[in-house]
C-alpha cells in the first residue's frame, strides 16, 4: 500500500497539469465554467493506474432557450454551445471538440460517451510534466480523464465526502482498497465501460464486509464461550489487515451468492448535536434478498441463498471455502423487481434504491479472481 501511495504521489503534478489544460478549454468556451476533481484523486484512493476524474460546472442562470442544454450554460455563455459542436450540439460534444484540437492529447484516444446516465468525455494525455511540458521521456505521466459536466443526476461531488466519511469510520478500508484495486486493475475488471467494477463499487464492497465483520467479532466477544471474550481474541485496534484481506477474498469470492444478495451500507442520517452542529455519521449495513431465479449464471455454480453451499465447487473443480457458511444479518429488505436482472446489486447510499453497479456484467470474472487470489494469498504469494 506504501508504494502504491508513492508512486500515486509522483503522478499527482501531471495529474494536476491535465486537470489545470481541461478547465483551460472549458472557460475558453464558457469563461464561468469551473472544473472540480472528483472520485479517487479527492478522495485519496487512488492507484497509479487511476483516471482522474473532473466534472465541469456551469453558472446557473435564468434563460428562456428551448434548447435545456442553452439554459443549463445560459445565454451568455450557452452562444458557444453550437459552434464545433457537431450534429448532435451537446456540451460534450462541444467541449470534445475543442480538446481534439489540442496538442497535449493522444488524439485517437479522445472518446465521447452519451448513451450513459451521465455523459462523459474520456481522453489520454501525452506524457505531461510537472511544469505542464510535454514530455518525451517519461511515459508514466501520461493521464486518463474522465470528463461530464454538472447535471441533476450527478452525485461524484457529493460521493467524496461520502467515501472520506467511509475511510475515517473503517481505518483499515484504505489500506483494502489498495490492494484489492490492483488486483482488479492487474485483472482488467476495473473498467465500468467494459463490465467492471468501479472504485466507488469496491469502496462500498468493501465497507459492508468490514461492518459484517465487526458484527461477527461483537458477537464473539458477548458471547461468554468465545475464545476472545477469554481473552484470545485481538485486541482492541490491533486489526491484522492480512486477515480482513483473506476474509474479504474468501467471503465476495467463494460464498456471496450476487443472484441472490444484494448489498447496501444503509447509512444513518446525521443528527443535530446540542450545540447546532452534526454528530459524525455512522454505518450500519444490510443483505438484501433478490429473485433472479431466472437468470442463468454462466459457472454453473449451482448457487441458492446468501451464500453458496460449501460442498459446491467451482468450475474446474476447485472447492470453494471449508469454513463456516455466513448467517443472515438481521435487517432484511427486498429488492425491487425492477432490478433482477442487474448482475451485482450495491445500493447508492446516495440516492436510495439506486443500484451502482447494475452494468458489472463481469462480477462472476471478479468473483474468480478474488478466489484465485486466495488461494495465492493462502500460499505465500499474493500475485496482483
Known sequence: ARRVEAETERRLGARMVAVSKVQAAATSLWPRAVCKVFGSIATGLSVPSSDVDVV????????????????????????????????????????????????????????????????VITLTTKPLSATGALSATDKGSSVRLDVTFEVDNHRGVAAVSLVRQLVAAFPELKALFFVVKSLLTSKGLD??????????????????????????????????????????????????????LAGFLDFFGNRFDPRSTGISIEPEPALPTPRGGL??????????????????????????????????????????????????PHKIDTLERRFHLDPLYIENPLVPNHNVTRNCFRIYRIQRAFSDALVNLRNGVLAI
Open 56 to 119: 465541469v460546472c456551469l453558472p446557473k442562470v435564468m434563460s428562456t432557450e428551448a434548447a435545456p442544454a442553452l439554459a443549463r450554460a445560459g445565454v451568455m455563455e450557452g452562444r458557444h454551445l453550437m459552434k464545433g459542436g457537431g450534429a448532435s450540439g451537446t456540451l460534450q460534444a462541444t467541449l470534445a471538440h475543442v480538446l481534439s484540437l489540442a496538442e497535449w492529447i493522444q488524439s485517437d484516444s479522445l472518446k465521447t460517451i452519451e448513451n450513459t446516465a451521465v455523459p
Open 279 to 328: 454528530k459524525s455519521r455512522t454505518f450500519a449495513g444490510r443483505f438484501l434478498p433478490r429473485d433472479q431465479s431466472s437468470v442463468s449464471e454462466p459457472f454453473g455454480a449451482g448457487r441458492s441463498g446468501l451464500v453458496r453451499n460449501q460442498s459446491q465447487t467451482h468450475a474446474g473443480g476447485r472447492r470453494t471455502s471449508e469454513e463456516a457458511t455466513m448467517p443472515l
Open 191 to 244: 473498467n465500468p465501460y467494459t463490465g467492471g467494477l468501479t472504485s466507488f463499487g469496491l469502496v462500498l464492497l468493501l465497507t459492508r464486509y468490514l461492518q459484517h465483520h465487526n458484527e461477527e467479532k461483537r458477537r464473539s466477544d458477548a458471547d461468554p464461550a468465545s475464545p476472545s471474550s477469554a481473552g484470545g481474541g485481538v485486541a482492541a485496534g490491533d486489526v491484522n489487515l492480512g486477515e480482513q
